[in-house]
């Protein structure tokens, strides 16, 4: 603290204690408090790219050092629209044992060349694997990969947004360019929407690869599961592939999913 004659006026975040002497109160120690509110943490701003795709009140949900860029979702969090990652940005993603949705007309995470990490602190803290889902809208992909690298750590689990009433499934990922390194994450493709008047949707892709390049290291890749045809005439949903288009797999697993009964 710093010492300052008599009494002045302060800042109600400011702390405050008398300071004595034999005549009494002669001066007041003055502690100066921080206040860091809403979007910012130790003074650092959410840059416009993450602020753009969070509902209004949102931003209180997460935190975000720029030091590393590290984005931590402190709850449950629906997207207003996709985090669309710039070229040559880096950005990790912590789920941090919650689940994080995407919108429902896009992916949840949009990589447009930057280096983006998605990991899930809670694995650490319970040794199995985190219980966080980053996972795209109704028949959404959770990522779409359209140029830079996305790196999946152990623990994190992916997936593609359930289809709605006899409509498909989302893919886990989708990549139409870069690189994926799916390190010990859990990949799965949305599952494919039942139907009472018609035919199960068919359930999405756990990877989706039109055009980069993609490494299952130790990973768990996993096509959706078909829907169902709940009434009287339908044919149940195809399963979704584990994936689609080329994949290197190093001690990785790749299946598809079941499909769905009619």
């Known amino acids: 603290g710093i010492a300052v004659p008599a009494v002045c006026e302060y800042p109600s975040r400011f702390g405050s204690s008398p300071l004595y002497d034999r005549r009494g109160i002669v001066g007041m120690w003055i502690y100066v408090g921080s206040s860091s509110g809403g979007s910012s943490v130790g003074g650092t701003e959410l840059p416009e790219w993450i602020k753009n795709a969070l509902t209004d009140g949102d931003e209180e949900l997460v935190s975000y050092n720029s030091a590393t860029g590290t984005l931590t979702f402190k709850d449950e969090v629906t997207l207003k629209t996709p985090i669309e990652v710039p070229e040559g940005e880096d950005l990790v993603i912590d789920l941090n ?60 689990t992916i997936k593609g947004g359930d ?29 494919g929407g039942d139907s009472d008047t018609g035919d199960g949707g068919a359930g999405g892709a756990g990877i989706k690869n039109t055009g980069g390049t993609v490494n299952n ?12 045809a709940t009434g009287q005439t339908g044919n149940g949903g195809a399963g979704g592939n584990g994936v689609q288009g080329n994949l290197n797999s190093n001690n990785g697993s790749v299946q598809g999913g079941n499909g769905g009964s009619g």
């Open 97 to 156: 044992g919650n689940t994080v949705t995407g919108p429902a007309t896009d992916p949840a995470i949009r990589n447009n060349g930057g280096d983006v990490t998605i990991k899930d602190s809670s694995a650490d803290q319970n040794g199995t694997g985190g219980r966080g889902v980053l996972q795209g809208g109704a028949g959404r992909p959770a990522v779409q990969n359209d140029s830079g690298s996305l790196t999946i750590e152990n623990g994190t």
């Open 163 to 191: 289809g709605a009433d006899g409509a498909d499934g989302g893919n886990g990922v989708t990549v139409s360019g870069g690189s994926v390194n799916n390190n010990g994450g859990t990949i799965t493709g949305g599952k």
């Open 217 to 228: 290291n130790s990973g768990s890749v996993t096509g959706g599961l078909g829907g169902s």
